[in-house]
């Protein structure tokens, strides 16, 4: 069985930093594992993403303050945020696709990041 749960989030004032880690398992390798995030009323959006050789892809918007990666003896993911700007508030969400086939693949609970003066 799969379980995802994210940790690491809470409340930043503009220009802070937090670490978001999303601890995995149930599964002994993955094809991606990923953080997207969901403000209200909007879509849920991709974030950043690290495959499993180590190749990683950010959102235009994050590009250069956020930084993904991964402990794989670990099988958790982490999510360096720097920078933090109001817009960045939002639920995160960790997720993992076990397989290049398997799609959504599965989420964690999510957890809020605000960020506000």
């Known amino acids: 069985q799969v379980q995802l749960v994210e940790s690491g989030g809470g409340l930043v004032q503009p220009g802070g930093s937090l670490r978001l880690s999303c601890a995995a398992s149930g599964f002994r390798s993955s094809y991606v594992m990923g953080w997207y995030r969901q403000a209200p009323g909007k879509q849920r959006e991709l974030v950043a993403r690290?495959?499993?050789?180590?190749?990683?892809n950010y959102a235009d918007s994050v590009q250069g303050r956020f930084t993904i990666s991964r402990d794989n003896a670990k099988n958790t993911v982490y999510l360096q945020m720097n920078s933090l700007r109001p817009e960045d508030t939002a639920v995160y969400y960790c997720?993992?696709?076990?397989?290049?086939?398997?799609?959504?693949?599965?989420w964690g609970q999510g957890t809020q990041v605000t960020v506000s003066s």
């Open positions: 690290i495959f499993s050789g180590g190749s990683t």
């Open positions: 997720n993992v696709r076990r397989s290049l086939g398997e799609y959504p693949g599965y």
